[in-house]
């Protein structure tokens, strides 16, 4: 285990990084289409080929409770020496070969005809597990200055077709966060059914703004490959048709389920990483600087097992306030709002809305003290929680 020595002025203080080796386990998530087939051709059970949601809604959440929480944050002084460590890359790194193996793996299978629909179904819900869970991927080193970084995570992205990402999540929603003018920020009274379709479309348009923008300011043509929309589109375009040409038409419903259960998985995190979150404006007109009492953190957040699995997605306070430090850096923000369970548990909640709001709704009410005027309220639903309007 690699340790490191933090000098202060009067102590010295050696740390090391439990989770260094445990980071491993985050490549078991794009085996899942492998696992998947092996049992199934083992033992003809359908059940098996479900393994990507039976994981994502069931297993996480049940193996969180088992094994706890590990609340500690690495010392401040040795932030940059841990960032700087490329073993922690490599873990990222390595997930998009077996993502693409798993990929190609299931396109064959569901090419063969051999599969029941349910069959069918079940493997495209787990490859977009991975999808999903790829974009997450994709956000880690979306982030980085390193442009072989970038790339890589256009390269995750191509899976879901959703390479604008890169664009909006970075230059759009980091930005906008918390307030009405961004996609991915969900309203208090919004449910996750009516905010699926905004972000979605409002983070596609917007990408396409961006870039626009961005070579409007050097007067030249946004129909260029050095678009980052185009190129990312472009790279998907290219995946999914050498799959077609390789496997037949047969998978292109595969692919198509894959691809929107992956990134509605990205959707429903944005839907409850924010909801009813605002930034207050400044007298000058802009708003209020990102801070952690902008992101929900679960009051799990320190859970070992979705950390690990999910590199820390749950630390996502500390994301937002520095958004380019590596995922084994993050650290745990005691004055976040807290959701009142793990991600995995508030993921399936979002898909009840009248539960949502009921558990939710008093919690953003309570972390505003009751002034509903602060919080990011849905057009058309201030009546709700007392907003008269004008």
């Not at 063969?112 to 991975?130: D, M, N």
């Not at 703004?209 to 946004?222: D, M, T």
């Not at 509903?372 to 929680?385: E, F, H, I, S």
Request: proline content about 6%; glycine content about 8%; aromatic content about 12%.
């Amino acid at each position: 285990m690699t340790s490191a020595t933090y000098h202060q002025p009067e102590q010295a203080i050696e740390w090391q990084d439990g989770k260094r080796y445990l980071w491993l386990l985050g490549l078991l998530i794009p085996t899942l289409p492998l696992a998947a087939m092996l049992f199934y051709g083992l033992t003809g059970s359908i059940a098996f080929l479900w393994i990507g949601p039976i994981v994502v809604y069931l297993v996480i959440p049940l193996v969180d409770v088992l094994v706890g929480k590990d609340a500690e944050n690495p010392p401040d002084g040795l932030l940059k020496w841990l960032e700087n460590d490329r073993y922690y890359r490599w873990c990222i790194y390595l997930y998009l070969p077996l993502q693409y193996v798993s990929l190609v793996w299931a396109a064959w299978m569901a090419s063969t005809g051999e599969l029941p629909v349910l069959g069918y179904v079940g493997l495209a819900l787990t490859t977009g597990v991975v999808a999903g869970i790829a974009i997450n991927t994709a956000h880690e080193l979306g982030h980085k200055k390193e442009s072989v970084e970038r790339w890589l995570s256009k390269i995750a992205l191509a899976q879901t077709f959703y390479g604008h990402f890169y664009i909006e999540h970075n230059r759009g929603h980091h930005v906008r966060v918390a307030t009405p003018e961004d996609p991915a920020s969900s309203r208090l009274g919004e449910s996750f059914w009516r905010f699926l379709p905004r972000s979605v479309a409002g983070s596609l348009r917007s990408a396409w703004r961006l870039e626009r923008k961005r070579f409007a300011r050097r007067n030249q043509s946004v129909w260029t490959i050095r678009n980052d929309v185009l190129n990312a589109w472009l790279m998907s375009v290219v995946l999914w048709a050498a799959l077609v040409l390789a496997f037949g038409p047969s998978i292109i419903p595969f692919l198509l389920i894959q691809a929107v259960f992956g990134f509605s998985l990205l959707e429903v995190v944005n839907y409850i990483e924010h909801y009813g979150l605002g930034r207050r404006r400044e007298p000058t007109g802009r708003y209020e600087r990102v801070a952690p009492r902008h992101s929900w953190n679960s009051w799990n957040s320190n859970n070992v097992a979705t950390n690990l699995l999910l590199f820390h997605l749950q630390r996502h306070s500390d994301h937002h306030a520095n958004p380019t430090r590596r995922y084994q850096a993050l650290r745990h923000f005691d004055e976040s709002p807290q959701m009142p369970s793990g991600y995995a548990a508030m993921v399936t909640l979002a898909y009840f809305p009248p539960l949502w709001r009921r558990i939710m709704d008093k919690r953003v009410l309570a972390h505003y003290g009751g002034d509903v005027t602060l919080a990011n309220v849905q057009p058309g639903k201030g009546g709700r929680y007392g907003i008269v309007a004008a």
